[in-house]
């Protein structure tokens, strides 16, 4: 992995860590950004890290382009040095999979679908030789994901499955996006899930609801009463299937103020995880249910 | 005071100079999409110049005063009529408590700012009165402006000066035919062949009619061609397409290879889709007067040009503030 450094007009760096997304160009990413974000460098107005690369926004009267280059170049270099350990958090997404209203959305918009007979999640399960809609959730569900960016619209995460390369979920975007997604849908598109945070365009596959809001711009939702939106790059994802019955208790929950989600710490090491994947997942999701 | 909205016109928002910080968790700075003209106007009404104001975009609304003020028309040439009576833009003027301001037909342009002296007086949501229409944050609401909304307005802070005015030189508007728009090469712009990028710079484009806050879309050039490549890991198999990245403000993507998308104020803050280069900052102010089929060329500069160009965009606002000042 070598960084590639281009200015996106004067005012960005933008810095591409690998073409290719991997955990380890992630972790890079994540470590320089958080380490350009302690240094306080004047003249840096916003730093945001991605799946595998990073942006700076500066003021150029404050801080020369070149200077600033400069210093980012000297950090990448030092990040190569650097343990993989993060500490950061679990937290479980409760995920109502094939339900009725991302069902209804895709029916609308069947004619910009790659395969317009069957549904996202038959159509996923087939591309991927997973053994139907059950095999598909089955295997979206087990092992956990990675917050790997936020953003796109206000607080919405994508999200990269920690599983081997050849066990990962792929599957491509419509063939033209929709002009509607449901509010709190389950999406796919390439290597990627996300949750989207709001209701509007997208083109990403979609596969199910959660009842948990992760982004509330009125501050009213008890746990994003500090902050508006829920993720941050780093946190660690676990989906969890529910049924109707379960779903509809969790939005009365929600609505009644009394919605507890899931979130535990966590530190999680790179290296440990990569000895022994399943392993680690395992432990992981411990964590999450208290043992 | 109250300001009543009998007519909401297209798109009216409230507007200031922004929200930067939050772009790392997908929130834009959002603010005006010509931040000149929006100084210009709150200096004219003796504002702050990031006081909030309207953005009124192609037509403009018909609002109601229950006290009097003091309010000037910029950016647009979108003609304020106070109880059907033309008035002058670029020029603050009296509007007595019960008198309608609404506005002539579009002359030259595309968004009005509308400032009234002690500001748009919403509450301020992460350090900005700015509306984010997609996250349904700030502004009034976290929407566009409907009828039957009542906007308060601060209280102003100096004394409103009525019958003051900017001379053309200042209003920062685009010089000629086509609009040239100075962009620096960069970011994924290895991604398309020599020829294609020959094209993007000597074709004339036109701005589409999907040109908003999020993002301005062009078309009528030649479609880009793209170098081959084995797609890498997670990027997705079409060309154009990249491993999901951050998008810088002004970066141009272009979907397909077909019609470049210059992103604004409002920008998604990343996707999949591979840039271009960058609108400079100088130029981003000019984007949000571009009327849908206006001519459009791509200029290519490089960094040292961009930073003599914010230089000069920098003096003219310190021409602004001494001749408004004085």
């Known amino acids: ?291 | 005071m109250v300001i009543k909205v009998l007519k909401p016109g297209l798109a009216t928002t409230v507007q200031d100079l922004g929200r930067p910080g939050y772009y790392h968790i997908g929130i834009p700075m959002s603010g005006g999409m010509d931040r000149h003209a929006l100084i210009a106007a709150n200096l004219l009404v003796g504002n702050p110049e990031g006081a909030a104001v309207l953005e009124a975009v192609f037509m403009g609304p018909e609002l109601e005063f229950s006290d009097d003020a003091v309010v000037a028309v910029t950016g647009a040439e979108l003609p304020p009529k106070l109880d059907g009576v033309l008035q002058e833009t670029w020029t603050s003027f009296k509007v007595k408590a019960g008198q309608k301001l609404s506005f002539d037909f579009l002359k030259k342009g595309a968004r009005a700012y509308i400032a009234v002296a002690g500001g748009i007086d919403v509450p301020v949501v992460l350090g900005s009165r700015s509306t984010y229409a997609l996250g349904a944050l700030g502004g009034f609401k976290g929407r566009k402006l409907e009828a039957g909304d009542e906007l308060p307005v601060g209280t102003a802070t100096a004394p409103p000066t009525e019958g003051r005015s900017i001379a053309a030189e200042l209003r920062g508007l685009p010089a000629g035919m086509p609009v040239e728009l100075r962009v620096m090469p960069g970011l994924y712009w290895h991604r398309i062949t020599e020829a294609a990028g020959i094209g993007f710079f000597s074709d004339t484009w036109k701005v589409a009619p999907e040109a908003d806050r999020i993002g301005y879309r062009f078309k009528g050039g030649k479609p880009l061609e793209f170098v081959p490549r084995e797609p890498p890991f997670g990027a997705g198999s079409d060309p154009s397409n990249i491993t999901d990245a951050c998008y810088p403000y002004g970066s141009i993507q272009v979907p397909g290879g077909t019609e470049p998308i210059v992103l604004h104020r409002d920008a998604v803050s990343g996707g999949g889709y591979f840039q271009v280069g960058a609108v400079i900052s100088a130029d981003m102010d000019l984007i949000g007067q571009l009327q849908p089929n206006t001519p459009v060329k791509f200029i290519k500069v490089d960094m040292d040009t961009a930073l003599a160009a914010r230089k000069e965009k920098a003096e003219l606002s310190a021409k602004l503030r001494s001749a408004l000042m004085a």
């Not at chain 1, 995920?95 to 996202?120: G, I, K, S």
């Not at chain 1, 009463?225 to 109707?244: A, E, Q, S, T, Y």
């Open chain 1, 1 to 291: 992995m070598q960084t590639r450094f281009s200015f996106g007009g004067d005012e960005h760096i933008f810095a591409e860590v690998d073409e290719a997304m991997s955990l380890e160009a992630f972790f890079k990413s994540l470590f320089i950004t958080n380490a350009v974000r302690e240094a306080r460098i004047k003249g840096v107005t916003e730093i945001c890290p991605a799946n595998a690369s990073y942006q700076v926004k500066f003021d150029p009267d404050v801080i020369k382009p070149d200077d600033l280059l400069a210093e980012l170049k000297r950090m990448d270099a030092a990040a190569d040095k650097s343990e993989p350990v993060i500490a950061t958090r679990i937290i479980e997404i409760p995920v109502l999979y094939n339900d009725p209203w991302t069902h209804e959305t895709l029916m609308r918009f069947r004619e910009r679908h790659q395969d317009p007979t069957a549904t996202d999640l038959e159509y996923s399960a087939r591309i991927n030789n997973l053994d139907g809609v059950d095999g598909f959730i089955k295997a979206h569900s087990s092992a956990p994901w990675f917050v790997s960016m936020v953003g796109f619209v206000a607080g919405l995460p994508f999200l990269y499955q920690m599983v081997e390369r050849q066990r990962q979920i792929q599957a491509p975007k419509y063939l033209r996006p929709r002009t509607d997604t449901p509010k709190l849908t389950i999406g796919h598109g390439g290597c990627f899930s996300c949750i989207y945070s709001v209701r509007g365009a997208g083109g990403y596959q979609m596969y199910g609801v959660t009842p948990m809001p992760i982004y509330d711009p009125n501050q009213t939702i008890s746990y994003l009463r500090d902050f508006m939106c829920l993720f941050k790059p780093g946190d660690i994802v676990k989906w969890k299937p529910i049924d109707r019955d379960a779903y509809d208790t969790a939005v009365a929950d929600v609505d009644a103020g009394r919605f507890a989600p899931v979130i535990r710490d966590v530190s999680f090491s790179l290296a440990e995880f990569n000895r022994d994947i399943d392993g680690y997942n395992r432990k992981l999701e411990g964590v999450l249910h208290g043992h």
